[in-house]
């Protein structure tokens, strides 16, 4: 039984009032038109007579601690150096359950996308760096290489039954290998100096937090405590703070105490004993047999989940709804002045608009279709054209982009401006054709696919 199908018992008014929003935000769609909302919003702030107050707000400092042991940055870099750790740290959470039981679990499974995203990552690169060779703007050459999951997922989601279901795990798969690679490529090629010391602490805490795995220990405390320190020491080693973020997803349980076997035993026993222990009129205020019940109930009920799905499904809809919008707020404020001709065609907007409107779709194109040689065809009930658009909006670099972007640009501002320009017009490019591309491709042949 769906959630949605479960019966509420005694709904107040207030569930009215709120039942339109919940619908919003249950849908697919919501965070990327939150992303969007964002994103238009930090454009024309930051083009207003009112620019002054968005950059003044970004670089209003923030500072943590007391006495010696003191963090102070703007606003700015706490968004990118923190709140994005708990992005990393999602992300980090569906590689991982990916890497398990999902698309990237066997290695037949694994094929098609890692092609994909492999291709989808060197192309755009090639392009990238053949047209910024010699230039001050060589040193972007990872922007093109992203691929903003959200926003590609919601564009599918629009097309509903019209594109096969597979081609959305496709998509999905690519993504994911898409941000294993911009994980890497921060911290091995956006990283300055490194401190070994800090790293080193950085390790043994991720190992203190392997053993607790390893013994058993479930709460979320304990990982979120550990987590900080961690974040605290990568940061200060030079690494760029959000890989913290990716390795302490690797270590967060994925096991389960309770086996499906297990969970309906106790279960039917437990609504049993909640059976007999209710009485006409009686309430779980009074009668403590049916408190007891419950409290058991909910106990099997989270032993026989996994820490890591719980933590997913807690943390996405603060990632989806408040730490990428703010993201986009702080990031996509873009100033449109001057010659935009001249703009237009300066290498670091040329290489990334290309690399990411053309290199991705012929680069996540081109695998599939060697693989598909190889393999004997594509998968059932898909076509070239379905690969073809997704490939198109695998070049919907925007988040991962952008803050690729901030690394390598830091420090060059008219360097960063004309790369946000490219990601922000690319972006809107690839979505626009990757949705006409598959709103207009065959429909899938149900039959086949099954």
Not at 398 to 423: C, R, V
Request: glycine residues 10%; hydrophobic residues 55%.
């Amino acid at each position: 039984m769906a959630i949605k199908d479960l019966i509420v018992c005694d709904r107040d008014p207030i569930d009215q009032v709120l039942m339109p929003f919940q619908v919003f935000f249950r849908s697919k769609t919501t965070g990327g038109i939150l992303l969007i909302i964002c994103a238009v919003t930090a454009l024309v702030w930051a083009n207003s007579p009112w620019s002054g107050y968005y950059e003044a707000l970004w670089h209003t400092q923030c500072t943590v601690g007391f006495g010696p042991a003191v963090l102070s940055k703007s606003l700015h870099h706490w968004i990118n150096d923190g709140l994005m750790a708990v992005f990393f740290f999602v992300v980090g959470l569906e590689i991982k359950r990916e890497f398990k039981v999902g698309e990237l679990s066997t290695r037949s499974q694994a094929v098609l996308p890692l092609a994909g995203a492999i291709g989808g990552m060197v192309v755009p690169a090639l392009i990238y760096v053949s047209i910024t060779a010699g230039t001050d703007a060589l040193a972007g050459w990872g922007v093109p290489m992203a691929t903003d999951i959200a926003f590609a997922l919601g564009i599918l989601s629009l097309l509903g039954d019209r594109v096969p279901y597979q081609l959305k795990i496709f998509l999905t798969a690519v993504a994911i290998v898409d941000d294993i690679g911009g994980i890497l490529v921060i911290a091995l090629f956006y990283t300055s100096s490194i401190s070994m010391w800090m790293l080193i602490l950085a390790a043994a805490l991720l190992l203190v937090a392997f053993i607790g795995n390893r013994m058993g220990i479930r709460t979320p405390i304990f990982y979120a405590a550990i987590g900080c320190v961690v974040w605290l020491a990568v940061l200060k080693s030079g690494v760029h703070s959000t890989v913290a973020g990716v390795a302490m997803a690797f270590m967060i349980p994925a096991r389960t105490r309770c086996n499906p076997e297990a969970f309906i035993n106790n279960a039917t026993n437990i609504l049993d004993d909640y059976l007999l222990s209710a009485r006409p009129g009686s309430s779980v205020l009074t009668n403590s047999a049916m408190h007891s019940a419950l409290l058991s109930m909910q106990f099997i009920t989270t032993s026989a989940q996994t820490p890591l799905q719980r933590l997913e499904h807690a943390l996405h809809p603060l990632v989806d709804f408040a730490i990428m919008p703010i993201f986009a707020l702080a990031n996509a404020g873009v100033v449109l002045g001057g010659d935009l001709g001249t703009a237009l065609t300066s290498p670091v907007t040329l290489g990334t608009l290309l690399g990411l409107v053309l290199g991705k779709p012929i680069g996540i194109t081109l695998a599939v279709v060697g693989i598909a040689k190889v393999s004997g065809g594509y998968p059932k009930g898909m076509r070239f054209g379905h690969f073809l658009g997704a490939g198109m909006l695998g070049g919907i670099g925007f988040t991962m982009s952008l803050f690729i972007a901030a690394l390598a640009f830091d420090g060059a501002p008219g360097l960063l401006t004309g790369s946000k320009t490219a990601i922000l017009l690319a972006s809107l490019l690839s979505g626009l054709v990757g949705y006409l591309l598959l709103r207009f491709a065959p429909h899938p042949d149900v039959s086949k696919a099954e």
